[in-house]
Every structure is written in C-alpha cells, then in structure tokens.
C-alpha cells in the first residue's frame, strides 16, 4: 500500500457488478472508470496512483471511492444534477402528446406534424415541443416508428421509447 492508501471493503457480490461494469461495451466510459477506481481501492493502491491508472485527478478518485464507502454501488450511480427547471408542465406536455397522436387539420395539407406546426397549435415554441418528443421518443416523420391514433375517443401514451400508439 502506498501513501494516502485508502482499502474500500468490496463483496464478492460487488466486485463482479463492477468487473461487469469495467468489462461492459455499452456503458459509459465514466460508468467503466468509476468502477475501475473502485476495484484499484480495493486492491490498496494509493488515490495518486489510482489516479495515474485510470486518468483522472487524485480528488476524482478520492471522491468516488468515498462515495462507495458511503452508499455502495448506488454511490457511483449519476446524481441528479441541478439546473433550470422543467419550463413545461406535465399538463402542456400530455397536450402535446395528445395532438401528435392526432393527424394534422387536412386544411394544413400535411400528412404528420411538424414540431413547428404543433408549437402553432398548442401555444408553444417550436423547440419545446421538440424537446418533449425527444424525451418520449417520439418521431412522427418516421413511419416505422410513429402510429397515430385510429379513433378519436382513444387515450394516446407512450408505450416504447421508440414511439407512441394509443389505447382503446
């Protein structure tokens, strides 16, 4: 054990969730590396050579095998951050959803909404009725992915994150 070697006590359990995690293609990278901190600490290695090893700074290292200690492998999860508030309630946002289920106007000549002509319709800028069809998942110009509604009594909902159907 080096200088300022800190031992982070890791189960058998844990230790494979992290191999895991380290071994993973689909993970983040900051996943992997947070990981890899973790099992180097576990080896006994010194916070600057943990550091060296995975690149990163002393006070990284220090940070995340603290948050081990504390909280075990849901300390190394992502915190949520702060930061501007949602600028669109969960009323408006359903509201958007229901009218993308909804065919466009035949007086508008367009087959499928456009973010723009939705933000028209609903009171809304342009780029937030985008931002909702991010978060869902929703793409309305793409036919294999976006269905709309086939009777207008149906409750429209977000059944993948690949688009929305509606329910009868």
């Not at 071994?23 to 550091?51: C, F, N, Q, Y």
């Amino acid at each position: 054990m080096g200088a300022h070697a800190m031992v982070v006590e890791v189960s058998e359990r844990d230790r494979a969730e992290l191999e895991r995690r380290v071994r993973s293609h689909t993970l983040p990278a900051r996943d992997a590396r947070r990981a890899r901190i973790v099992l180097l600490a576990a080896e006994g290695r010194a916070a600057l050579e943990i550091a060296e090893l995975v690149g990163c700074s002393e006070p990284t290292v220090t940070k995340w095998r603290a948050a081990y200690r504390a909280r075990g492998l849901a300390g190394l999860d992502e915190a949520p951050r702060s930061g501007r508030p949602r600028s669109v309630d969960v009323e408006v946002e359903r509201r958007v959803l229901w009218h993308t289920l909804l065919r466009p106007p035949d007086d508008l000549g367009v087959t499928q909404w456009s973010s723009r002509l939705l933000a028209k319709r609903v009171g809304l800028h342009f780029t937030q009725v985008a931002a909702i069809w991010r978060r869902w998942g929703i793409r309305p110009w793409r036919e294999d992915t976006f269905k709309f509604s086939t009777t207008p009594s149906s409750r429209p909902r977000c059944a993948t994150s690949s688009g929305c159907t509606s329910t009868h």
